[in-house]
């Protein structure tokens, strides 16, 4: 059975950072291209940014590029979100995905920015 | 950029009954090579990940209900779901995988009546 486990949400100030992780089980990491996917408040969906699992391609959404940065070690199964720069508009939800589509997602990490 | 489009925003239907959900991308999501149409359809309930209900346009997820049906081709596609159960209220997503970025629709809102 696949699990992805986000960690790293929480409150942060207006212009803070933060990381998220995500840790993968039950399927061959390195071969599945990860995504971050975020829900805002009462909003929609939307894609943030994926990472391939061979060449490690990185690519954002315009609303998070050259704030966000994706990555993964795939030695330890995990995906990572480094956010700088953020703002109240990042407060949201923020789901893994291994796949693109795919039913594997985590259960989501809630990232509140406010002062 | 793709961007994409739902109608409606919300639909109300009674239980039993079809409901339809429209999807329109701003560009082709069809590729030539290998014939397949990069959409996909979500469904997303509070409090849980969004699960994945159709992909390649119109084919079923495995374990999903076979109420649930997604058609089209090129820019304009649609998800059905027949007869209509008290669980199938969420919010219902498309999404192209087409080309970077991996664009959602804007929700669709199920109610039962």
């Known amino acids: 059975e696949v699990q992805l486990v986000e960690s790293g949400g929480g409150l942060v100030q207006p212009g803070g950072s933060l990381r998220l992780s995500c840790v993968a089980s039950g399927l061959t990491f390195s071969r599945y291209v990860m995504c971050w996917v975020r829900q805002a408040p009462g909003k929609g969906l939307e894609w943030v940014s994926s990472i391939s699992g061979t060449d490690g391609s990185t690519y954002y959404a315009d609303s998070v590029k050259g704030r966000f940065t994706i990555s993964r070690d795939n030695s330890r199964d995990t995906l990572y979100l480094q956010m700088n720069s953020l703002g109240a508009e990042d407060t949201a939800v923020y789901y893994c995905?291994?796949?693109?589509?795919?039913?594997?997602w985590g259960q989501g990490t809630l990232v509140t920015v406010s002062s | 950029d793709i961007v994409m489009t739902q109608s409606p925003d919300s639909l109300t239907v009674s239980l039993g009954e079809r409901a339809t959900i429209n999807c329109k991308s701003s560009q082709s999501v069809f590729y030539s090579s290998n014939n397949k149409n990069y959409l996909a359809w979500y469904q997303h309930k509070p409090g849980q990940p969004p699960k994945l209900l159709i992909y390649?346009?119109?084919t079923r997820q495995s374990g999903v209900p076979d109420r649930f049906s997604g058609s089209g081709s090129g820019t304009d596609f649609t998800l059905t779901i027949t007869g209509l159960q008290a669980e199938d209220v969420a919010v219902y997503y498309c999404q192209q995988y087409y080309s970077i970025p991996y664009r959602f629709g804007q929700g669709t809102n199920l109610e039962i009546e």
């Open positions: 995905q291994a796949g693109q589509p795919s039913d594997n």
């Open positions: 390649w346009a119109s």
